[in-house]
């Protein structure tokens, strides 16, 4: 019955922007820490950012200084600012969620930084 769902995801230029969003729908009592993974090809799926119901975020050092996460607890949606973006973003992004005690995935939404 849970459900997240991106969307944003888009074909952008090195040094330009993205917004990703990322919607939770179904039967939620409680949702504990969101966050955003990616995984380019050929390689391991990794942590983009995180976000936890009181707002305190996580960055690799990887985005830090160029991602933003945010969340919005009524709407039980998060979103990923993306800004000065690099070829080396290029990559699926997955929204993560858990919800009910239990951690769910998106499908993903795909993200292609041009040089």
């Known amino acids: 019955q849970v459900q997240l769902v991106e969307s944003g995801g888009g074909l952008v230029q090195a040094g330009g922007s993205l917004r990703l969003s990322c919607a939770a729908s179904?039967?939620?009592?409680?949702?504990?820490?969101m966050g955003w993974y990616r995984q380019a090809p050929g390689q391991q799926r990794e942590l983009v950012a995180t976000a936890a119901t009181n707002g305190r975020t996580n960055y690799p050092d990887s985005v830090k200084g160029r991602f933003t996460i945010s969340r919005d607890n009524v709407k039980n949606t998060v979103s990923l600012q993306m800004n000065s973006l690099k070829p080396d973003d290029t990559a699926v992004y997955y929204c993560?969620?858990?919800?009910?005690?239990?951690?769910?995935w998106g499908k993903g939404t795909l993200v292609t930084v041009s040089s």
């Open positions: 179904g039967r939620i009592f409680v949702i504990n820490v």
């Open positions: 993560n969620a858990g919800i009910n005690g239990v951690n769910y």
